[in-house]
């Protein structure tokens, strides 16, 4: 095993004539963990993803994968990694298993060790006994199809580029399911805009808006640091003026009303809030029922980061 | 090394398994089957339908020569034109359907999905003059008295180099060019270029433009020297080849 990280992208930077799809991204994806790669569609996972498998060159900047510069490990790097773009293509006169068949040859595999690898990703793909050619298929399945190739190789590093955008929720449970077993073996590096899969699966999270890392780290200390930065107040009365004057102040970016008496403040500036917040309830006469620090979801750390620009 | 077998051997399993079986060998297989009879018979076709508007000129009875020569003009314009068409994507095919990406992320290296793809493709041309003109022979055979092979087996070898330096000029094409027919369409410029450049003697004599003029020749029983042509143009190709290799190396999937 390796000691160096198993992406590492410096300052990675890839310009298309005088526009920025990815501006100077720095990321470290340890070996061995699942990794979200997040962002709207058009901020720039795509592009990251085909830097990471040497499919363009960076305008500036260098991405490491297992410790091989991309740019001029060759074959070194692409024996190690299996990937899934967000559109796979297919010899459309092949059927499942051909293709299968073709992937791991590719990779050198032969004999029993081919045949026993093809049936056990047909079978994950839930493409067993499946004799259509692949021109035949649905999205789902040539989607499905896609993760099997992706996995010949048992890669140490497996790169999927919006894998559950074209399935059901079945299919896509099943996805990330298998996605999660893979934790601790191979370092799985996912683009998606699709929060919940996050979530779910991942250990850690880079949130990427316009070409930029705007966050980088464990989804749990992603949550605990911006769920800090949320306030949930809960009084016995008039709740709705307390939040209309809450809201009417500068370190306050967002003001929700739950149920009853509990008001959820999004602040700028903890201390303050804690300060202000309680002499707000006493100058109202109302009761405080309880102050506490709330909790953020993915998706709200999400929307506050990238969301101003939209 | 194993990584060139398995992508030729995808290779030929494709041409076997697709439209690519069908077109060329049906295209070939038509003229070697047909040619030689029309040549035998075209005399006797012309007698009987014009022979009056001739006003009592009379043709010369036909030899096995013209049905070789009927057979190389075939090659050399027909068959080469379906041939650039038909190579067009080669490379940009799989650009464009996403395939080239899935093969690429692999442990194969562009220069050998060039490299591959050339070869396999001229080797299958090889393999279709060879029935073709063996076709051909046995059709001579039938239609005419005496058929030596000589003169259609040298003339078809001299095409076979002109084809797969089409082949070479179409895999630089369909690297440049994304588009299937934009790439034929320059592949068919390059064809009308070099048919007005093999005017010129001296281009003609030393150059693969002239190529085309010394299978003819070659077909007919007339005195010709191909070596010139041969050796530059199979120059050529290496060097259309390993450009195209080049090129795609450093162009973004």
Redesign the interface.
């Known amino acids: 095993m390796s000691a160096a990280p198993a992406i590492q992208a410096t300052g990675l930077t890839k310009a298309y004539g005088d526009k920025l799809a990815l501006d100077a991204v720095d990321l470290t994806v340890e070996e061995g963990s699942i990794f979200g790669f997040l962002g709207a569609n058009g901020a720039g996972k795509t592009t990251m993803l085909?830097l990471v498998?040497?499919?363009?060159?960076p305008t500036s900047g260098t991405v490491h994968v297992l410790g091989h510069d991309v740019a001029t490990a060759?074959?070194a790097v692409?024996?190690e990694?299996g990937?899934l773009?967000d559109?796979?293509?297919?010899?459309d006169?092949m059927t499942a298993e051909e293709f299968l068949r073709?992937?791991g040859?590719?990779?050198?595999l032969r004999g029993s060790s081919l045949d026993d690898r093809v049936t056990m990703l047909l079978d994950l793909a839930g493409l067993t006994g499946v004799t259509t050619k692949v021109g035949g298929f649905s999205r789902g399945m040539k989607q499905r199809l896609g993760v099997a190739?992706a996995l010949v190789?048992a890669p140490r590093v497996l790169l999927l580029d919006e894998p559950t955008s074209a399935l059901d929720p079945m299919g896509r449970k099943d996805l990330l399911d298998m996605i999660a077993s893979l934790r601790g073996r191979t370092t799985v590096f996912f683009s998606t805009h699709i929060l919940g899969d996050v979530e779910r699966v991942c250990d850690a999270v880079a949130i990427l808006d316009h070409g930029r890392v705007v966050a980088q780290a464990p989804i749990e200390e992603l949550k605990a640091s911006y769920g800090a930065r949320k306030v949930v107040v809960e009084v016995t009365d008039g709740a709705d003026a307390l939040a209309e004057q809450i809201g009417a102040l500068p370190w306050a970016t967002a003001v929700e009303r739950g149920h009853n008496g509990a008001i959820e403040v999004t602040v700028s500036d903890v201390g303050r809030a804690q300060h202000e917040i309680p002499a707000l309830v006493a100058a109202h006469q109302v009761g405080l029922a309880r102050m506490e620090a709330g909790e953020m979801g993915l998706e709200e750390v999400f929307v506050e980061l990238v969301g101003g620009g939209r | 090394m194993s990584g060139y077998a398995v992508f030729a051997g995808k290779e030929v399993r494709e041409i076997l398994r697709t439209w690519r079986l069908w077109v060329l060998p049906g295209i070939l297989l038509f003229f070697a089957v047909t040619g030689p009879p029309m040549a035998r018979y075209t005399p006797e076709i012309i007698d009987a339908y014009a022979g009056a508007e001739l006003g009592g000129l009379t043709l010369p009875d036909p030899t096995y020569l013209d049905a070789y020569a009927q057979w190389a003009q075939n090659l050399s314009q027909v068959a080469l034109f379906a041939l650039i068409i038909i190579y067009g994507g080669l490379v940009s095919a799989e650009r464009r359907s996403g395939t080239a990406v899935l093969v690429l992320t692999k442990p194969v290296s562009r220069s050998a999905f060039i490299v591959v793809k050339t070869v396999v493709n001229a080797a299958f041309v090889s393999v279709l003059l060879l029935v073709g003109t063996l076709v051909t022979w046995g059709m001579t055979a039938a239609m005419f008295p005496t058929a030596p092979g000589s003169a259609l087996w040298a003339s078809s070898l001299v095409w076979l180099v002109l084809a797969v330096q089409f082949i070479a000029l179409m895999t630089l094409l369909s690297v440049v060019i994304g588009s299937a027919a934009g790439a034929a369409g320059a592949g068919l410029g390059v064809y009308v270029l070099a048919s007005i450049a093999s005017i010129w003697e001296p281009l003609a004599t030393y150059s693969p433009v002239g190529l085309a003029t010394q299978a003819s020749a070659l077909a007919t029983g007339a005195s010709a020297s191909p070596l010139w042509p041969v050796v530059t143009s199979l120059a050529l190709s290496l060097g259309l080849v390993g450009l195209a290799a080049v090129v795609f190396r450093r162009a973004e999937l």
């Open positions: 085909r498998t040497g499919l363009a060159r060759g074959t692409r024996a990694i990937f773009p559109v796979p293509g297919y010899y006169w073709f992937a040859a590719l990779f050198g190739q190789n």
